[in-house]
Structure formats: structure tokens, C-alpha cells
């Protein structure tokens, strides 16, 4: 399974940006999609996840500014970021569970490659 996360770029303080990881390769279901983010110096921290049925959480410091959805059909999943802030710079990481087929049914978890957002001031 390969998730491909893109979106990220630079803007300026109160901008948005909407990221966006997709998955592919061979798995039956994708169940809990999450993004992570990492600062420099600082530890990867989760941001926000969503089931697959769309229930959402997220951490208290983007709740209100960030949605996150998915679209099933696509195995895609999405960040919209709006009233960016400094302190959201950060690289960006998609996260998965796939439930795959490998001689019986396994959960396994999956990353993607981060995708840089920078919030100038």
C-alpha cells in the first residue's frame, strides 16, 4: 500500500492550503486515515484523523480551521486549512490503516511521504 500526500507549499499568515494523501495499491479497505505533522526539532504530533464512515477528530489547535475529509471511492483523503498560522508550519504526513490479504485478512499501518506546508508571517 503507497500513500502519496501532496498540497503543501507556502502562504501567508490567515491563507489556505488543502492537502490531500491517496492511497493505492493491493488492500481490501482502508479503515482509520490520519494526518500527522512534524515541526523541526519538535516530534511528529497527530492533527486529525477520520474513519471511514466520516467521524473526525482533531487536536485542540486546529479545531475550527481545519476539515478533514475522505473520499471512499477514491481511497483519497483531505486537510482543508484555513486561517493558517506561523505555528502550523510543518511537514505533513499521512497515516493508514489497510486491512490487506496476506494469507487471511491483517490490519496493517501505513506511511506516506511528507509534504512541506510553510506559514510566513
Known amino acids: 500500500v503507497q500513500l502519496q500526500a501532496s498540497g503543501g507549499g507556502l502562504v501567508q499568515t490567515g491563507g489556505s492550503l488543502r492537502l490531500s494523501c491517496a492511497a493505492s495499491?493491493?488492500?481490501?479497505?482502508?479503515?482509520?486515515m490520519r494526518w500527522y505533522r512534524q515541526a523541526p526539532g519538535n516530534q511528529r504530533v497527530l492533527v486529525a484523523l477520520?474513519?471511514?464512515?466520516?467521524?473526525?477528530n482533531y487536536t485542540d489547535s486546529v479545531k475550527g480551521r481545519f476539515t478533514i475529509s475522505r473520499d471512499n471511492a477514491k481511497n483519497t483523503m483531505y486537510l482543508q486549512m484555513n486561517s493558517l498560522k506561523p505555528e502550523d508550519t510543518a511537514t505533513y504526513y499521512c497515516?493508514?490503516?489497510?486491512?490487506?490479504?496476506?494469507?487471511?485478512?491483517?490490519?496493517?499501518?501505513?506511511w506516506g511521504q511528507g509534504t512541506l506546508v510553510t506559514v510566513s508571517s
Open positions: 495499491g493491493s488492500f481490501f479497505s482502508i479503515n482509520v
Open positions: 477520520v474513519y471511514s464512515g466520516g467521524l473526525a
Open positions: 497515516n493508514a490503516d489497510a486491512l490487506i490479504i496476506d494469507g487471511g485478512y491483517r490490519l496493517r499501518n501505513y
